[in-house]
């Protein structure tokens, strides 16, 4: 039986409706935006004619980019940090989740006070790049993915999850037919938080990609930098020429490189944010899910 709505009911779902569509409208507009600029002619961008879809159609910016050897040594310099670092990260926050969702855990107090201690406490710059070269680790692959083994918070979101979601009766189920409590955790816990670990893969995972801070300060060595440094170095580059050819005094060369320049911004935009857009919609299924039942306090 269909229950009828009152007209605030309707009220209430049109302003809803209404908010949705505002909200996807704000989100959405900005990466079009970009889209369409970086395929653009500059003078249709920098004139305002280009305000959502592209004019003067042109690629001009991606093939200089691509052009650069050192972009595909980004490429696959983050690559490779990205997903050794998310494998530390999940081999770190998902044991150490796990055995403080155990209320039988020894010391679970003290240890879980330590935890949270460091998530509002830290070293400070300089004392963690000191521990860092003490440890032999700059200008190394570590010095990227050691220091950010794991994240507090990422712990406490897990743990929660396994607390909510791991019925108690099924692992003393296992301990009753002998499954050690390791075998528990890799061959019953684990094939059940599917949707936690893809959470934090991407937590982590984003937090990879994105990366140049560290980098910046641990490395030297051009051939290990990830690739946001190497476009962080050609949007300098470009800056340091269009400042040499306004000294210069040359406008029509300043016109030219200021055009080249504008195209290579949001062709660099999108060479460092689409890889990221093609994988969440395969973790999307599983990120609501699991973000919304690792929040639930436990």
Request: charged content about 15%; some cysteine.
């Amino acid at each position: 039986m269909e229950i009828k709505q009152t007209k605030s009911d309707r009220i209430f779902d049109i302003c809803n409706k209404v908010l949705v569509w505002f909200f996807i409208i704000i989100i959405l507009y900005p990466l079009i935006y970009i889209i369409s600029a970086s395929i653009s002619d500059p003078s249709f961008v920098n004139s305002g004619q280009m305000w959502l879809w592209p004019k003067g159609i042109t690629f001009e910016g991606f093939r200089r980019v691509f052009q650069n050897t050192d972009i595909w040594i980004g490429y696959r310099n983050t690559i490779f940090y990205t997903l050794l670092g998310t494998f530390i990260n999940l081999a770190v926050t998902l044991p150490a989740a796990y055995a403080l969702s155990r209320q039988e855990l020894i010391g679970k107090k003290v240890i879980m006070a330590l935890f949270v201690f460091t998530m509002f406490f830290e070293g400070g710059l300089i004392p963690t790049y000191l521990l860092v070269r003490d440890l032999g680790m700059v200008n190394t692959i570590w010095s990227l993915v050691i220091p950010s083994a794991a994240a507090m918070w990422n712990i406490i979101v897990t743990m929660t999850f396994f607390k909510v979601t791991i019925p108690k009766g099924l692992e003393e189920a296992a301990e009753m037919d002998g499954a050690s409590q390791f075998r528990t955790f890799f061959q019953i816990v684990l094939p059940l938080s599917a949707p936690i670990v893809a959470v934090m893969a991407l937590f982590y995972g984003v937090g990879h990609w994105n990366q140049y801070f560290g980098a910046m300060i641990y490395l030297s060595d051009e051939k290990l930098f990830p690739l946001q440094l190497f476009l962080r170095k050609i949007l300098i580059q470009q800056q340091m020429t269009a400042d040499m050819m306004m000294q210069s005094g040359s406008a029509e060369a300043l016109s030219e490189h200021a055009r080249i320049a504008d195209i290579i911004k949001y062709a660099v935009m999108i060479v460092s944010a689409a890889p990221l857009l093609i994988v969440y919609p395969f973790l999307q299924r599983f990120f609501l899910k699991g973000v919304l039942i690792g929040s639930i306090k436990g």
